[in-house]
């Protein structure tokens, strides 16, 4: 399995940005599909966007469309997450997973995650 670390988050202000990192080690993470998922407290973990391997192929939450864009960049082994206008109720812990079918938004699909990482929205 890949192993996968997420950085990025932190506290922003409602309507501010913040740019998640993916990074992959041990396996080339160019062959996975990966998606990003983000739990509250007290909720279940839940979608929130992914990409196919070749990156030709996006989609999202319907409850972030238009605000985040998933990228990656295989040369560098990375996938991101770039989070503009948000809102207090973005405030989660965002977690990156690969392994799963692309277009599949169950967290049962897919087998490697990264520890996580925490964004806080201020209102």
């Known amino acids: 399995q890949v192993q996968l670390v997420e950085s990025g988050g932190g506290l922003v202000q409602a309507g501010g940005s913040l740019r998640l990192s993916c990074a992959a080690s041990?396996?080339?993470?160019?062959?996975?599909?990966v998606n990003w998922f983000r739990q509250a407290p007290g909720k279940e973990r839940e979608f929130v966007a992914g990409?196919?391997?070749?990156?030709?192929?996006?989609n999202y939450a319907d409850s972030v469309k238009g605000r985040f864009t998933i990228s990656r960049d295989n040369a560098k082994n990375a996938v991101y997450l770039q989070m503009n206008s948000l809102k207090p109720e973005d405030t989660a812990d965002y977690y990156c997973?690969?392994?799963?079918?692309?277009?599949?938004?169950?967290?049962?699909?897919?087998?490697?995650w990264g520890q996580g990482t925490q964004v806080t929205v201020s209102s």
């Open positions: 997973a690969a392994g799963g079918e692309y277009g599949s938004r169950s967290p049962d699909h897919f087998g490697s």
């Open positions: 041990g396996r080339t993470l160019s062959s996975y599909n």
């Open positions: 990409i196919s391997w070749t990156a030709r192929s996006t």
